[in-house]
């Protein structure tokens, strides 16, 4: 079913079941209103009847009044009858002259008569029935007038304002439908619109937007559809440099290789020494070719959407211990102090190998572009969620304007410095993606020529993890309605 469908049947069904609702009350309320109104005439009749006949003693056909006359006439007006019973249950007037002079004994006109009741009225069988006492001036009972009415004009009414209602039913009806039909029209416009941009977008042209106008539904859709885009042209534009970092970082090796050898076969005075060195600049040119396809297959599998975490409590303590007793003796050759100081012992949940190679590489860094005699220290803490490692060294630090790239694929502060290192321009990225598949952090505080240190926050149990993405996911959730609500307001 399509959105203009179910918005058309969805608000037609509403406005039958208000406008069935509205008639039926109409309808309803109408008829009581009538039927009160032609209760409260009849017994106002009957009362200034009552009133006469106890004020002529019940003298009806006396040629002195017109009270007979007036009965007759009040009965005829209202389609009706009328009794006048005196105490006696003998009934001294009937317009109708059936019960003349006749008895009658019923138990609403007793409860009258006794004065249970001060007066019976209802409507049964088309007719409105009432009736009151008659008193004398000191207030005594002296007889009951029973007064009838036909209901048929009110029915004539209720059948008009019936088909009145109906009528006005159809007439909105056929409004609703022409209002309903636009906004249902209105309302999908925007998205049928949008769809069209979507599937031509979808053809890969990521350059174009969908405009960000219409009602605030489609708006804040398209705007978060944009940002979509956005996101995957920077991606592609991502994956286009990557490559080409890629194949420049492995062409360099085998150009370099291609350049040795064949300056060996054009030398043909070349000795054994030469072809020594040559082969020895050969051999660490693969060494490289090899050391940067091992970088990218650790950065591979350590991407969060594609690495395979394998948990395991470990004692970070010791794992740090290691590597530092395996980086002593880089350190020693440039007579770098190398001190760690641990303020806790700490057991989390790692994978310990990644772990491993964060920590490395961080040091190792640290060691690589630090100044001779320097310093690197490494400290671990922890709270009572997550634990903490900072590497800090006297090293020459990092500009202000490579901070934000320092953990880009291939980004070199000094690209010379960096061969003669021995670098790639993968450890930090590395590092970061490793960081970011346990759920941890990485920050960087360095300045140019005064050192830098990084310090790492990961989580204690993978458990948090989980419930922080979840908060996460709320959070965001909770902002788009709030998004929403703030462009309604």
Do not use: C
């Amino acid at each position: 079913m399509s959105m203009r469908t179910f918005l058309l049947i969805t608000i037609l069904s509403l406005v039958l079941i208000v406008m069935a609702g509205v008639s039926t009350g109409v309808i309803y309320f109408a008829g009581q209103t009538a039927s009160n109104s032609l209760l409260d005439q009849t017994e106002q009749q009957a009362e200034r009847l009552a009133d006469q006949i106890a004020l002529h003693h019940f003298q009806i056909q006396s040629p002195q009044n017109t009270l007979d006359a007036d009965l007759s006439e009040t009965a005829f007006l209202a389609g009706g009858r009328i009794l006048v019973i005196d105490q006696n249950y003998r009934v001294q007037k009937d317009t109708f002259s059936f019960q003349q002079d006749s008895y009658i004994i019923s138990e609403n006109i007793m409860t009258v008569m006794n004065g249970d009741k001060d007066r019976q009225s209802w409507i049964r069988n088309s007719y409105a029935e009432v009736i009151l006492p008659i008193k004398n001036e000191e207030g005594e009972i002296i007889g009951v007038i029973v007064s009838t009415a036909s209901t048929k004009p009110i029915e004539t009414r209720y059948d008009t304002i019936v088909r009145n209602t109906m009528i006005m039913d159809g007439i909105v009806l056929v409004g609703v439908l022409l209002a309903v039909f636009l906004i249902s029209r209105l309302s999908v416009r925007g998205l049928r619109d949008m769809n069209r941009r979507i599937a031509y977008i979808s053809e890969g042209n990521l350059e174009a937007k969908l405009p960000e106008k219409g009602f605030r539904e489609t708006r804040y859709l398209a705007k978060n559809y944009n940002g979509v885009i956005s996101q995957l042209a920077d991606i592609d534009t991502t994956r286009q440099e990557f490559v080409s970092d890629v194949s420049h970082e492995l062409k360099t090796p085998i150009t370099s290789m291609k350049v040795l050898a064949e300056s060996l076969l054009q030398n043909d005075s070349a000795t054994t020494e030469d072809y020594r060195e040559f082969m020895t600049d050969i051999v660490d040119e693969i060494d490289r070719e090899t050391k940067i396809i091992n970088d990218l297959l650790a950065l591979v599998k350590t991407d969060k959407q594609n690495a395979v975490m394998n948990y395991a409590d470990t004692n970070i303590n010791e794992l740090i211990d290691v590597i530092m007793r395996r980086v002593t003796p880089l350190a020693k050759n440039r007579n770098i102090e190398l001190t760690y100081e641990s303020y806790k012992q700490v057991n989390a949940e790692v994978d310990e190998v990644k772990l491993s190679l964060v920590i490395s590489n961080l040091v190792e860094n640290a060691i690589k572009y630090n100044v001779d005699s320097g310093w690197v220290r490494i400290t671990l803490n922890a709270d009572h969620k997550y634990f903490y490692i900072k590497v800090a060294d006297s090293g020459v630090g990092i500009p202000e304007d490579a901070k934000d790239k320092v953990f880009e694929r291939f980004y070199r502060v000094g690209k010379d410095r960096s061969r003669d290192t021995g670098g790639t321009g993968l450890g930090l990225a590395i590092a970061r993606a490793a960081i970011n598949a346990h759920g941890g952090t990485i920050k960087l505080y360095s300045e140019s020529g005064k050192g830098t240190t990084f310090t790492v926050r990961l989580p204690i149990h993978q458990e948090d993890v989980a419930a922080q993405d979840e908060l996460i996911d709320e959070v965001a959730v909770s902002d788009n309605d709030e998004g929403s609500v703030d462009s309604k307001e």
